[in-house]
């Protein structure tokens, strides 16, 4: 079936530098791919979708942008907070019947001051 | 704030014990799912349906759990027989079709087998 990948964490950052994220991705089909957060002790929310290949998706400050040929699809953010702090989730929405979404294993992201 | 409502929020059971939650989708969301969280942030989907139809299920989900989404009513996941693996957060999603990917989910409800 369909997987995706990510950065395995903890990602510990101090506020104002850069943040990436890598996520990859297997799929037999076109995929639909998104990036979702989870902050504590909440269920996780969609941060973006991530448009065709080659366009860029964003949302928060953070961005993201679909390579078709290397199957990935990175968040990048320029200049983290310390609010940023959360798990991100690289998912992908299968192309079968139902169309379950598929999750990374989620990346935690500390930001310190 | 979540739209989408699940009970309780913490659940605790004895091995053998039956545990049940329910989920109020997003008004005029008719698509549901319900994914296991482990403590490792993995998750685990475990069924979905568009109104009260089933589209997906896994194999885990057809023996010992049970869910249904009875019209006009909440939705329900129900563990007939709780093991110790089963301790988890139980998410609960809804969405307004099937394959957008955009899914709301509530908060969950974190289910501990003593």
């Known amino acids: 079936g369909d997987s995706v990948t990510q950065t395995e964490g903890p990602v510990t950052l101090s506020e104002g530098t850069s943040l990436t994220v890598n996520c990859s991705y297997e799929t037999k089909q076109y995929p639909t791919l998104f990036w979702y957060v989870q902050y504590p002790g909440e269920g996780p929310q969609l941060l973006f979708k991530v448009p065709k290949a080659n366009e860029k998706g964003s949302s928060r400050g953070f961005e993201a942008t679909y390579n078709k040929e290397a199957t990935s699809f990175h968040l990048q953010k320029a200049s983290v907070q310390e609010s940023d702090s959360a798990v991100y989730y690289c998912?992908?929405?299968?192309?079968?019947?139902?169309?379950?979404?598929?999750f990374g294993q989620g990346t935690i992201l500390k930001v310190y001051l | 704030n979540s739209k989408v409502i699940q009970t309780p929020r913490y659940l605790v059971k004895g091995q053998g014990q039956k545990a049940k939650m329910r989920c109020i989708p997003e008004?005029?969301?008719?698509?549901v799912f319900w994914y296991q969280q482990n403590k490792n942030n993995e998750f685990k989907f475990l069924i979905n349906f568009q109104n009260q139809e089933v589209l997906q299920q896994i194999d885990m989900t057809e023996k010992r759990f049970s869910a249904e989404c009875p019209s006009n009513s909440p939705c329900s996941l129900e563990i007939q027989s709780s093991e110790a693996g089963d301790s988890a957060l139980y998410l609960c999603?809804?969405?307004?079709?099937?394959?957008?990917?955009?899914?709301?989910f509530g908060e969950g409800s974190k289910l501990t087998v003593l």
């Open positions: 008004k005029g969301h008719p698509v």
């Open positions: 998912a992908l929405s299968e192309t079968s019947s139902g169309q379950k979404l598929v």
């Open positions: 999603a809804s969405s307004r079709r099937v394959g957008t990917g955009q899914l709301y």
